[in-house]
Each structure stands twice: as structure tokens, then as C-alpha cells.
């Protein structure tokens, strides 16, 4: 029965597509795991695909009663992907620590027994999006694709009306290809309605500030800047992992940094193939610590722990309320954008969003006081939309982040807990007090942009960089 719904299916997939190609049909007996593994999204460090953000507060996502929107600024992370370079080659050296492995595994890890092959199956997939087509089972819900088209619809049900005098508009889209390429299947799939030009900015250093991804231009951006914070938390976690499986299997080696990429190995196995069972290899609580080293981290490296992110996130959020400023003036009452995570997380840290000022401790597992939870703010396919509304004769801001409104802490007198724009500057202006994106990190040394001018200058310039695979 299986198989006849299954192949049915497929003629159907392939009929429909414009492009004819061979769909991997995936293996039969995992029919039951693929798409049930939501449940561990949050715990995999933003690598495992798109979920809505936990904490949300109840607030609705629409305009209150009586307000309209005025304009909507969309930051979208690219969708669910394969792993980078540097993690595929991590990857692989665990990899073939099982694969050649000559005994029968046990337990959780007996699934290798099985004709297992791994989910990096062609390397030109290495570092980019997910599709219908390079994903290794037809099946799998949860291609980067699907997501951004999805998204998409999602948009276009909730902010059409924005567009109601616009065909021809821009979509911004960092120049990594997986970027670029969500962009391209998020504009294609707002329909034929609506003519997008998709507007292509260099991520590479030599753009400067004029770039959605401060981050790459950022010399002055040290990683380990504050790793003798992080290095101070506890590896046990991992030791148990790497201990309990060569305990299970005689002579297996695996060490505390194969444990690790372990956690990896199952966010991006369900990217590609919709489910992992290396996932059924953690106990919860490991997957919790897990979770935290990765808010850990990148607080400290790409959050509020480390001085200089205010600098760079300044850079992004300069230019956002540049354009809320000009809403009214401005033809264009929609703008979308999309670029990599640690963009969002340092866009975020300067506004303010998940900042109590509580530093993130090290030697311990918080929960009660833990604002800062990266692994829950930028899954696959992660949004930050900007909220602009009218109620009669005031106008206000807030932010949804994965289809949650999460208000300013020290500014929400407005509707739906909203920021009055008055107000606001002044919230902005005072994150922004003397942050200086240019000189912070030291960009003069390998650009002379100083300015973010992409969002006013894209009808002149035509933005169409090349891609790059990073
Ligand atoms: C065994 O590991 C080596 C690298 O250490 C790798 O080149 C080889 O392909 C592996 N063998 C199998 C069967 O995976
Ligand atoms: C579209 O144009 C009409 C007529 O000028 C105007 O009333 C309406 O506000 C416009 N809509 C938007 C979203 O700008
Ligand atoms: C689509 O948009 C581009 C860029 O603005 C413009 O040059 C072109 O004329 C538009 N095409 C249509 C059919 O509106
Ligand atoms: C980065 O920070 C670490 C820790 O402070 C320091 O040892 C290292 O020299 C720094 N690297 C650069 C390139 O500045
Ligand atoms: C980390 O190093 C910096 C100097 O590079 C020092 O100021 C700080 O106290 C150190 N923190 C810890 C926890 O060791
Ligand atoms: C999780 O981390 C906490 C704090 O470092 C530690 O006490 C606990 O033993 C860890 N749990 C595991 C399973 O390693
Ligand atoms: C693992 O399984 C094999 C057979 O599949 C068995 O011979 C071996 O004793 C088991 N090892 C352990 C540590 O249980
Ligand atoms: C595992 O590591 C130990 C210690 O490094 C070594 O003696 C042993 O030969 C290794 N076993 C395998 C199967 O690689
Ligand atoms: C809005 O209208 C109220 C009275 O209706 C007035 O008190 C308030 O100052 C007005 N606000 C602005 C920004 O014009
Ligand atoms: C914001 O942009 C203005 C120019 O529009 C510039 O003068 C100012 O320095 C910028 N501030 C930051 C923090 O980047
Ligand atoms: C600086 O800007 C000028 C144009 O104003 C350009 O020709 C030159 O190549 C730039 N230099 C560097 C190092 O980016
Ligand atoms: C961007 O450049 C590519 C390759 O140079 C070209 O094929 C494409 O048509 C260009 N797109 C636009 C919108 O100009």
C-alpha cells in the first residue's frame, strides 16, 4: 500500500515540476520518522529547521483595532541548508570514525547497521539551501525551498494590503548564493503578480557599510575575543556522550569533539533528509546543555557579552529607523531583506530585544533568568519583521521575531505593546550613542564605504554581486 501511494505521489511530484528531474524517493521504513522530530529544533543551535519563537507572549501579530500598518521592514535569515565548509570537513572525520568501524553497533547507534548512507552525499551541496531537488528524500518537509515559499504565502496573507499600489519592487539579499537563492524562491513564490528585482549586496569586506552583513566587514571582529568566558563551560556533557557510545561499542573512539559534531550531524540531517535518528542519541539533558553553550557563545560573540556588537548591529539599525522616518515619504511601504543569522543576532543586540543585562554565566545552567536564548531566536529561515502603525493620529513600532511580538521592555505604552515613534527615536538614539559601525571595527583598513546606502540608491546602482558560496 505503502509503496503504490508512495510512487503515485512522486509521478505526480515530477509531472508538476517545470524542470523534470530524478526526486530521491527516500527509504521506505523511515516513512514514520520523517517530519516528527519538531520537538528538538530548539535545542540544536539554530542548524535544525525554521519553529516559531517560544517565548511567545499572546500578542497578537496583526495590527490592534484601529490602527494600520504603515510600513513593514522584513530581516529573513536564508532557509535550511547544508552544513558550511568548515563543519562538512568536521563532519566527515566523525563520519568515517563509524564508517569504518568494523563491529556491529549497539543500541543508538545501531541504525548504522542498517545501509545507512550519510547525508552529505555530493559535496557541491556543501554551504548551500536546501531544495526540492538536492534533498535526499522527496518527503522531507523541510527544505529551505518549502520554507521560504511558505513564508512567503505567510507575507503576503498578512501584508498584501502594503502592496496594493506596488507591482515592481526590490528584494535585498546578502550575496552568499543560499541567500540569494531564498530570496529568489520567496520572491518567485509572492506569485506572478508582482515583479520583484531582486537587489544582490556584496557581503564581501571591500563593501564596507554598505552591506545587510556587517559582520563579514567587520576587521576588528575577534571570535575568541571572550573565549576564556566560554571555554569555562562544563564538557561533560560531552565526555558522557563520547564515553557512553564507546562503552556501547567495543573499540569505538569517538572523543569529546566528535560528540559535538554529533549535535550538528542531526540538525542538518533533518535539513536534508527530514529526519535524523543520530538525534535519538542524546538524552535530553545533554541536549539542554547543549542548547545553552550555543546562547553562551554567542553572546559572547555576537551579542550583547561583546562591546563591539553594538557597533556593528548599529549599522543595520541606523538604516531601519532612517526608514521609518521616512515612511511617509517613501513610495515603498514594504521592505524585505535577507542575510545570515549572526546578522539578526547583532541587528538585535543593538535594539535591544533580548537584553536585561544579566551576563550570561559560564559555570551554569540558567533558566528562570535567561532572556538571552540564541538557540530559540535564529532557527533556519529565522524573521525579524519591523512594525510601523497608525492609531488615529500617532504612529508606533514594535518587533515580530518568528511570529512572535516581542515589545521593548522600556518602551510599550503603545497598542498591542508597541513603541510610540516619538518615543522611539529616543530609544534608538540612545542604543546608538556614540557606536560608530566604521571606526569600531576597524573597516577603513579594507574599504573606504562608509555608508549603508543600498535601500535609497538600488534604482541607480542595480546591486547584482557575485554569489559566493560562504
Ligand atoms: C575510513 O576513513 C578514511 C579517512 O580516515 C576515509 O578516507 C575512508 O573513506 C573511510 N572508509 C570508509 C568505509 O568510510
Ligand atoms: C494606495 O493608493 C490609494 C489611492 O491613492 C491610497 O488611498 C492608499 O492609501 C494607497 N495604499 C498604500 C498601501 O499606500
Ligand atoms: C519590473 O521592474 C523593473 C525594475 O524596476 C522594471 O525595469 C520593469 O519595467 C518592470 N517590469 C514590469 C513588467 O513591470
Ligand atoms: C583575539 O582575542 C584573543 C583573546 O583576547 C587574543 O589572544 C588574540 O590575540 C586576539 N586575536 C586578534 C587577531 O586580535
Ligand atoms: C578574560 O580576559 C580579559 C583580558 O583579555 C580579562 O580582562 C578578563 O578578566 C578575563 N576573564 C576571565 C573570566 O578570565
Ligand atoms: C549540564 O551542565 C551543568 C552545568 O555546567 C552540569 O552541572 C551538568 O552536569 C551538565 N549535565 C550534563 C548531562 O553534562
Ligand atoms: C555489541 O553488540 C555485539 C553484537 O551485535 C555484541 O557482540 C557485543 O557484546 C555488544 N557490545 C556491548 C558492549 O554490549
Ligand atoms: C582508540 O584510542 C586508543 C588510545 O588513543 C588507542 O590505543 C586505540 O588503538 C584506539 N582504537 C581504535 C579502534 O582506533
Ligand atoms: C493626537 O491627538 C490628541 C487629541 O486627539 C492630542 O492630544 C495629541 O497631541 C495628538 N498627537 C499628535 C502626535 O499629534
Ligand atoms: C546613522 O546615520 C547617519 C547618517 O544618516 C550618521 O550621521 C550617523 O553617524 C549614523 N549613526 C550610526 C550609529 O551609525
Ligand atoms: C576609495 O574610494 C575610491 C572612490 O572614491 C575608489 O576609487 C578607491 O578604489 C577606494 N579605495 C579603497 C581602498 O577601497
Ligand atoms: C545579474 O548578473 C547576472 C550575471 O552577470 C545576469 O545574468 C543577470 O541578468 C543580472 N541580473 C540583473 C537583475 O541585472
Known sequence: MVSVFLSGLLATLVAQTVDAYVVPQGKLPDLHKLGTQDYLFPYLAGAAPYFSFPGNYGIPT???EGCEISQLQVIARHGERYP???RARRLFSTYYKLSNYTREFNESLSFLNDDYTFFISDSNNIEQETTYKNSLDVLNPYTGQRDAEKHARQFLDEYSA???????????????RRVHDTAQFFSKALGEKYNVTLQVVSEAPTSGANTISAGNACPGWNESANANITDAFSTDYLKNIASRLNRQNKGLNLTQTDAFNLFN????????RGYSYMCDVFTQEELINYSYYDDLTSYYQDGPGYDMIYDVGSNLFNASVKLLKQSEELDLKVWISFT?????VNLMTTIGLFDNGVKLDPTSVPFRDLVYRKSWQ???GARLYTQKYKCSNETYVRYVLNDAVIPLESCKSGPGFSCP?????????DRMNGRNFYKSCDVASVSNVTELTFYWDYNERHYNDTLLNQ
Do not use: K, M, R
Not at 166 to 173: G, Y
Not at 340 to 344: E, L, P, S
Not at 421 to 429: G, H, K, Q, V
Open 162 to 176: 502594503l502592496l496594493e499600489n506596488t507591482t515592481s519592487f526590490p528584494i535585498f539579499a546578502a550575496s552568499s
Open 84 to 86: 558550511t565548509t568548515g
Open 340 to 344: 545570515h543569522d549572526t546578522d539578526i
Open 265 to 272: 550531524w542531526c540538525a542538518f540531517e533533518i535539513n536534508v
Open 378 to 380: 535564529t532557527p533556519q
Open 421 to 429: 515613534t516619538t518615543e522611539f527615536y529616543d530609544y534608538a538614539a
Open 62 to 64: 496583526t495590527a490592534p
